[in-house]
């Protein structure tokens, strides 16, 4: 049977810290997975949800992303990772765009160019990580499971943790070349999140027939197992539900999971969210902490948009008045009175206004740890 958390504990492994991972707030890193079923719309609900953190995810791991990933803009702070099968993604693939005839109107559906146009989609799995994160490295088998699984490799001081992200589009993942590929190495942990696609009591709890369990389903528990990994996910919880249509009658069940190596089992959060506006049907958001020592870049930056824009204009203008009393501008003879010229305005008045003017956050902050 799957081991999941909290039962038949194994002996701790001493590359992790010991910690407390019991707050989302406290853990080192942070991340979200979510299937996005192609659709634009859950694409900008998700993002919404993630400007109301006070604490961003690291690393936001996408099932079945819609191609408007690839033209979205205001993604920062993060970096998207997509994959898209043959030639890259153009201006023509993009979703947003509007074929129009000349000289007016838009092209008919029925026209020739239409028809006969390759609309180009993304892979079934992508990624966004925050900025934050020093040189994440992304690989992708070459086997069957090609565009259904991708892994992001992120570096700590102790050891490498890999995030598998897999969608089991229409069940055609290969289980057995799938658990081949994951790696066995003491110095790296696996984390294996996304929408898996598998019924199986294991999760789904005793209220499942044991008979609705697949030959796929039952081959991947029993690979959890042997490999002494442990589900996260809460069993009988339902991460997809889907409201009655027509003849079909309300269902629910747990196809997203997330699963760790058993090493990890003291140093990993777990949550399912509820009630995030747009994902109150079909796949739920998972959200997970790990508790790692990583470095990150501590870079300030400067937030414009909250400048107050007449107190900044007051204080240049001070500061010019300042440098050049009586508005005395000093003679331009040539380049190298100008270049001056523009070094001082530069150094005494535009630096120094920015520097009182210009509110300043950094680019990860660095979050309070619980007591140890």
């Known amino acids: 049977m799957t081991r999941l958390l909290n039962q038949d504990p194994k002996p701790k492994n001493a590359s992790l810290r010991s910690c407390n991972a019991q707050a989302f707030s406290d ?13 634009e719309a859950r694409l900008n609900n998700l993002l919404k949800y993630i ?4 604490r961003p995810p690291d690393i936001v791991n996408i099932q079945d992303p819609p191609r408007h990933l690839a033209y979205t803009k205001g993604l920062f702070p993060y970096e998207p990772f997509y994959w898209v099968e043959g030639e890259d993604m153009t201006e023509r693939d993009n979703p947003y765009r509007r074929d129009y005839r000349a000289p007016y109107g838009r092209k008919s559906v029925q026209s020739q160019e239409t028809n006969t146009m390759t609309i180009k989609f993304l892979d079934k799995v992508a990624f966004l990580v925050h900025r934050s994160i020093l040189n994440p490295r992304v690989s992708r088998p070459s086997g069957p499971n090609n565009r259904l699984v991708a892994t992001m490799a992120i570096e700590t001081r102790n050891q490498t943790l890999l995030f598998h992200n897999v969608y089991n589009h229409l069940s055609s993942l290969n289980i057995k070349d799938f658990w081949d590929s994951i790696p066995r190495d003491p110095s790296s942990s696996n984390i294996l999140v996304g929408d898996f696609n598998l019924r199986h009591r294991d999760w789904e709890g005793d209220s499942m027939p044991a008979s609705r369990s697949t030959t796929e389903a039952n081959q991947f528990a029993e690979c959890i197992h042997d490999a002494d990994m442990i589900l996260l996910n809460e069993r009988g919880v339902a991460t997809y539900s889907r409201a009655r249509q027509g003849l079909y009658p309300q269902w629910e069940t747990v ?6 190596d058993g090493k990890m089992e003291d140093f990993v959060s777990y949550e399912l969210l509820q009630g995030v506006e747009g994902f109150d049907s079909d796949h739920r958001i998972t959200r997970f902490a790990i508790d790692v020592d990583i ?5 300030p930056h400067h937030v414009w948009r909250l400048l107050d824009r007449e107190k900044f204009k007051k204080a240049v203008h001070k500061k010019c008045k300042e440098l050049w009393p009586d508005d005395a501008l000093p003679e331009l003879s040539d380049e190298k009175s100008a270049v001056e010229m523009l070094r001082a305005f530069r150094d005494n008045v535009m630096l120094t206004c920015i520097d009182e003017h210009v509110p300043v956050t950094e680019t990860f902050h660095p979050v309070k740890r619980l007591p140890q």
């Open 27 to 39: 853990g080192q890193i942070l991340a979200l997975s979510a299937n996005l079923k192609g659709a």
């Open 295 to 299: 470095e990150r870049p501590n870079k």
């Open 51 to 54: 400007k109301t953190l006070p």
């Open 255 to 260: 196809l997203d999971l997330l699963i760790v």
